[in-house]
């Protein structure tokens, strides 16, 4: 799934972007090149991020700092977190959402790393790797103690099925392991296209393994997936790998079935609770009771830990970070859903939306109680959520002194009182979007299309128009009468605002016209209050479409 979120755009020069974790300079150098101002200050406490967190837009972490609680509360500004790898569990994503923060992830730049370890792993665990160059270290030589076992022709047992446990599906095919497959997430014909035997339950699996290894986020749902009833349904010497998340294994059932000998052995990347990877043994105080045993290989969260993951984790998450801060479009965990159709450049029709609703409070006052937004054409047929996210993140812009982006849009809406209703139609060619802005008995619509990939509006309060939705423009609407445009038009020019294009659009001959008119630089108060003063004028307005 894709999930879509941006920020209104700003100037990047002033937005600051804290490292919080340690980053390939890449993406520190990029971001600095396209001109944010970037501060690399790893290690820091929470009460020392509490005090600094405030002054920045956007955070870069890896697994190390949390982003949660009072930091979340202190983070007043900000409006992007970027995880530097896959897991955000050390990131509170629901605190996120309520204060409009958005989360990004880099989710492909180390998954092949974290494949490969899992790997490793599984061969440390089969041929005592570990053991035997320990016990070199110290001079004992006796190779008898560490004859293993081969993993060609033995079964695996893959729980996660997703982009890492299916490279490691592939990997481990290669080695010529039978490989079983469970994830409820991933279907029958997927596995099967991956030479993956697919098992509805852990049930089914478990007693069948020799190897069982652990490629899944740890959720709520996830959390403790192999308990004490999991363990014990294991088959006797079975070894098991967790290279994904601490907490995914009841550790002391672990710890009871290894010492018993019903398992033969595990292999750890990641523990429930972690050491600090920062002290020097000296002062470590860490203790765990797996550590303890000789059937256990544990390494430091290495997962991720290789150049090529950590040079990629880098530049992708600066790339979406500095994406995000510049207003564009980018994948946040944090949002709804979103369906794409091919036909339809979704892009436009977001930039179209959030236009449309940006337009209203730039020519009318009038308080609005309800807003009807109608999609038609192909339109009426797609997920028009983050249209309308859109629509009411331009809407609300001027209305709110709040930050609104796509994650807090609803939340401001409904603070202010106006109902907001979507409707669809897919009759008509022309893929349309019209917002309708009710106040008391008055109703006003705007509508627009896009054409290649050009926003155009092509209904004003009732003026038809072919308009190009992009630049500055003056809105008068006048008696129709003769002269009275050329009088406008010298005024502006008079002002020394040159003039670029013009569209006029009248409701009936000798009544009212409304005329747009294209101005290379933004129009000040005073020209628009002289245009305001001329005879036949009834109101005149600009409007800025912000690009
Ligand atoms: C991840 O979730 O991306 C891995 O666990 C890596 O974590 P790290 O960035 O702290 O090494």
Known sequence: LAFYNFIGKGRVKFMRILVADKLANDGVEYLRSEGFDVDVNTGLSKEELIKIIGDYEALIVRSATQFKGEIIDH????KVVGRAGVGVDNIDIPKCTEKGIMVVNTPFGNIN??????????????????????????????????????????????????????????????????????????????????????????????????????????????????????????????????????????????????????????ALDVVEKEPDFKKTPDVQD??????????????????????????????????????????????????????????????????????????????????????????????????????????????????SSEQVNYINAEAVLSSTGIDFVESKSSSGNENLITASFISGDKKSSISGTVTGKEVRLTDFFGYKFNLEASGNLIVVQNMDIPGIIGKICTVIGESGINISGMQMSRNKKGEKDVSFIYVDSVCEDKVLDKIKGLEGVYKASRISFGD
């Open 286 to 399: 860490y203790e765990n009771p797996l550590l303890e045993l000789d059937n256990v290989i544990y390494v430091p969260h290495l997962g991720a830990s290789t150049k090529e993951a950590s040079l990629n984790v880098s530049v992708q998450v600066a790339k979406t970070i500095a994406a995000a801060l510049r207003g564009e479009l980018v994948a946040a965990i944090n949002m709804p859903p979103v369906k794409i159709d091919d036909k339809s450049d979704i892009r436009s029709y977001i930039k179209l939306s959030e236009i449309l609703g940006k337009v209203y409070y730039q020519v009318e006052d009038d308080k609005i109680s309800k807003i009807d937004i109608k999609y038609q054409g192909e339109l009426a047929k797609i997920d028009t959520k983050i249209l309308s996210l859109s629509f009411l993140k331009g809407f609300l812009e001027k209305f």
């Open 75 to 78: 983070a007043n500004k900000m």
């Open 113 to 266: 790393a974290a494949a490969e370890i899992g790997i490793a792993l599984a061969f440390s665990l089969f041929r005592n790797i570990p053991q035997a160059y320990l016990a070199g270290k110290n001079k004992d030589f006796r190779r008898a103690n560490f004859a293993g076992e081969e993993l060609e022709g033995k079964k695996v047992g893959i729980i996660g099925m997703g982009k890492i446990g299916a490279i490691v599906a592939g990997k481990l095919s290669g080695c010529k392991m039978e490989v079983m497959g469970y994830d409820p997430y991933v279907t029958k014909d997927r596995m099967e296209s991956l030479g993956v035997k697919y098992c509805e339950t852990l049930d089914e699996m478990l007693p069948e393994c020799d190897l069982i290894t652990l490629h899944i986020p740890k959720t709520p749902e996830t959390a403790g997936i192999l308990g004490e009833k999991e363990i014990k349904m294991c088959k006797k010497g079975a070894r098991i790998v967790n290279a994904a998340r601490g907490g995914l294994i009841d550790e002391k059932a672990l710890y009871e079935a290894l010492k018993a000998g019903d398992l033969a052995g595990a």
